[in-house]
């Protein structure tokens, strides 16, 4: 119903930036909010950011708060995570996601519904 296709991975030092795209098609009206997730692996997916499709409310893991800004264009139905002063431990496969509830709780990720393939983000020191 959904398909999610992320962009703008690759390889970049640390303290560098990145930009990750997440374009959506198909049924994108039932899209209550989007997030980004990242992985390692042999780790938990765990929760970057997120951003409601219609009201642009952000959500941060406390942690990436102040390096990472998530954003949307909703004419072109894509959302966006600024990565700023990246470091090693940033590593990961970055996966954007989409959830139809308006009772998500965004930062969970078992709660969304569709997925992306993921793009490989690596910081080298």
């Known amino acids: 119903q959904v398909q999610l296709v992320e962009s703008g991975g690759g390889l970049v030092q640390a303290g560098g930036s990145l930009r990750l795209s997440c374009a959506a098609s198909?049924?994108?009206?039932?899209?209550?909010?989007m997030g980004w997730f990242r992985q390692v692996p042999g780790k938990e997916r765990d929760f970057v950011a997120a951003?409601?499709?219609?009201?642009?409310?952000?959500y941060y893991a406390d942690s990436l708060k102040g390096r990472f800004t998530i954003s949307r264009d909703n004419a072109k139905n894509t959302v966006y995570l600024q990565m700023n002063s990246l470091k090693p431990e940033d590593t990961a496969v970055y996966y954007c996601a989409a959830v139809r509830s308006v009772r998500a709780i965004v930062a969970v990720s078992s709660g969304y519904d569709y997925w992306g393939q993921g793009t490989q983000v690596t910081v080298s020191s």
């Open positions: 951003i409601t499709w219609s009201g642009g409310s952000t």
């Open positions: 198909g049924r994108t009206f039932i899209i209550y909010a």
